[in-house]
Antibody
Framework: QVQLQESGPGLVKPSQTLSLTCTVSGGSISSGSYYWSWIRQPAGKGLEWIGRIYTSGSTNYNPSLKSRVTISVDTSKNQFSLKLSSVTAADTAVYYC?????????????????WGQGTLVTVSS | QSALTQPRSVSGSPGQSVTISCTGTSSDVGGYNYVSWYQQHPGKAPKLMIYDVSKRPSGVPDRFSGSKSGNTASLTISGLQAEDEADYYCCSYAGSYILYVFGTGTKVTVL
């Protein structure tokens, strides 16, 4: 069974760049059958989709965060990563990585079937 | 793109049925048959319960069912059990620009 695990600093200073990595086990990130996504959740609030990446490196981002987000993939390590620049207190949240099954008939993906446990990132000086 | 609208909370006694609504627009819920639902217990990651409006992943009890009419999707939990007490979020595909929009979340309380 596939497992996803987020890792990275739990505390980031304002104006700096948040960096997280998601390690995938129990399956290959290069299989081509999935997109790999980041989602976040501020304490006591709802979920917000951040972006996704395909094994080829092709990305899609939430327009509201696009100017600050970079998602990359390292197939040799079976990992994908998130960078969010110029962070503020509003970026404090639990960050999840998740898998999106890719449909062959239209090459898109429509739901998140496996999630990591999440990692809390606090933005504070 | 605004979040999809869900009731803040719903409640029911064990064995009863509860229904959670998820209202969007013709650009998301109404425009595609790609609504999914997630269950989230406190301090845990969301878990996929329904995808493509009404399909259940393997291992999800058939007490959980989904439907859609116009711009509103619904999740029904029949035969409510204590372990169903959790937060529930809907999510809809919203086209190639936005991709995914989540609902505001609903807390289900088992009385």
């Amino acid at each position: 069974q596939v497992q996803l695990q987020e890792s990275g600093p739990g505390l980031v200073k304002p104006s700096q760049t948040l960096s997280l990595t998601c390690t995938v086990s129990g399956g290959s990130i290069s299989s081509g059958s999935y997109y790999w996504s980041w989602i976040r959740q501020p304490a006591g609030k709802g979920l917000e989709w951040i972006g996704r990446i395909y094994t080829s490196g092709s990305t899609n981002y939430n327009p509201s965060l696009k100017s600050r987000v970079t998602i990359s993939v390292d197939t040799s390590k079976n990992q994908f990563s998130l960078k969010l620049s110029s962070v503020t207190a509003a970026d404090t949240a639990v960050y999840y990585c998740a898998r999106v099954p890719r449909r062959t008939y239209d090459s898109s993906g429509y739901y998140f079937d496996y999630w990591g446990q999440g990692t809390l990132v606090t933005v504070s000086s | 793109q605004s979040a999809l609208t869900q009731p803040r909370s719903v409640s029911g006694s064990p064995g009863q049925s509860v229904t959670i609504s998820c209202t969007g627009t013709s650009s998301d819920v109404g425009g595609y048959n790609y609504v999914s639902w997630y269950q989230q217990h406190p301090g845990k990651a969301p878990k996929l319960m329904i995808y493509d409006v009404s399909k259940r992943p393997s291992g999800v009890p058939d007490r959980f069912s989904g439907s859609k009419s116009g711009n509103t999707a619904s999740l029904t939990i029949s035969g409510l059990q204590a372990e169903d007490e959790a937060d529930y979020y809907c999510c809809s595909y919203a086209g190639s620009y936005i991709l995914y929009v989540f609902g505001t979340g609903t807390k289900v309380t088992v009385l």
